[in-house]
């Protein structure tokens, strides 16, 4: 995923120069694809937890419109802190509810989840009685503000970048040290090598970029959820539960309270990211946030997240959403037709999944084809009746006579 971005990257850098337009690379643009993916990035991150356990959600769109309604609907009141706790908890409910309808009650999850979404987006327009909902002037605006307001600026991107990859070359190379010459393989000198020259090209090539506050969420979120899922025992037992729920139960796992507390975080996600958009705007439309579900499921199966459950990862799905921010931001810069981006983004997302497909039916079969038991070898011939010295004299005895 990360050479489809950068071979992206690269044909719309020539394309905007061909086209005579500023650098597709520049400081500027950069901050604003940062920027752009950060909402739907946390979207990203948590469906695909409950993509990663066997389930998923449509409804977040709608939730996170819910917690920006409840956040500002109870600032007046509750102050801050009070309506942005209220709008986590709204969020949270919203995903237990889910959790429990499809765990306890049996109803597939995209039949429960699409409910749930035609109703919190109804639940939405009672709140705001169909109309924006701006946030009032003092304290708890200002407070508001501030959950979305900081700037920083990166240090060079391209040492950043080379820093990465002698990390990445560090880590394949301490999983396989004890395999003779394995630091050689290209799996780390690849890695390596490109860290170098990176690192190398750094003094000229410099790129500082401003990141706004909700991107430095973003990475955040990514940091602690890539951490969790990989290296602890609620990674694995979830990947466990979306692979094989029977076989992770009857190891002792519990599936039904995993597969909630999912849902229950993408609900919680989910609000968050309506407040930070509130946030920024000071206001909710009743339509506010429609279809970012489905471009959040778009980003996971972009970055290989499995449907079915047990397969994926919450940095390539970070990838996928990259990709499509950075197409539609393409698209705007080239001045591309509304009609072309959305032809586009379908052939790209098709052919996205039908490379994994391809790719995961011929891993299957190469692990069917290691696990075949091997063919009989050959028989030796059996050996020739040598008679003994004692009866071999005998036998010439007699034929001479």
């Known amino acids: 995923m990360v050479y489809a971005l950068a071979i992206l990257v690269t044909i719309l850098s020539v394309a905007a120069a061909s086209a005579g337009r500023p650098s597709y690379v520049s400081p500027t643009n950069v901050s604003n694809i940062l920027d752009q993916t950060a909402l739907l990035g946390i ?3 948590t469906s695909t937890i409950v993509l990663i356990s066997g389930n998923f959600d449509l409804s977040v769109g709608s939730v996170a419109a819910l917690g920006a309604a409840v956040c500002l609907a109870a600032m007046p009141p509750l102050g801050f802190w009070g309506a942005f706790l209220l709008a986590l908890a709204a969020g949270a409910g919203v995903g237990l509810f889910n959790g429990i309808v499809v765990q306890f009650v049996g109803i597939n999850a995209f039949i429960v989840t699409l409910g749930t979404l035609t109703a919190v987006r109804g639940l939405v327009l009672i709140l705001t009685d169909g109309r924006t909902v701006t946030a009032g002037e003092g304290s708890a605006r200002d407070a508001l503000r501030a959950l979305d307001d900081g700037r920083f600026v990166t240090p060079n991107l391209y040492l950043v970048v080379a820093l990465a990859l002698f990390a990445v070359a560090g880590v394949r190379a301490w999983s396989v040290r004890r395999k003779p010459g394995g630091w050689t393989t290209p799996a780390v000198l690849a890695p390596a090598l490109a860290g170098l020259v990176v690192a190398a090209l ?10 706004t506050e909700r991107a430095v969420y973003l990475f955040v979120f990514v940091a602690l959820a890539g951490l969790v899922m990989r290296y602890t025992a609620v990674g694995r037992r979830l990947y466990a539960c979306g692979g094989n729920a029977e076989a ?3 190891s002792g796992v519990s599936v039904n309270r995993y597969k909630v507390v999912a849902f229950i975080l993408n609900g919680t996600a989910a609000a968050l990211v309506g407040v930070l958009f509130a946030s920024r705007l000071g206001s909710i439309n009743p339509t506010g946030l429609s279809g970012f579900e489905l471009t959040a499921l778009a980003a996971a199966i972009l970055g290989g997240t499995s449907l079915f ?3 994926g990862s919450v940095v390539k799905s970070l990838v996928g959403a990259l990709i499509l921010v950075t197409l539609a931001n393409g698209f705007n810069i080239l001045n591309l037709g509304a ?3 959305g032809l586009i983004e379908g052939i790209v997302l098709i052919t996205a999944a039908g490379m994994y497909t391809i790719a995961l039916r011929r891993q299957q079969s190469s692990r069917i084809g290691s696990h075949e038991e091997p063919a009989p070898a050959e028989l030796p011939p059996p050996p020739t009746l040598v008679p003994a010295a004692p009866e071999l004299a005998a036998v010439r005895r007699e034929a001479r006579q």
């Open 202 to 211: 750094s003094p000229v090539l410099i790129l500082t970029v401003e990141l």
């Open 43 to 45: 979207l990203v991150i």
């Open 248 to 250: 992770a139960r009857l």
């Open 309 to 311: 459950g047990g397969l």
């Open 339 to 341: 009609n072309f981006q």
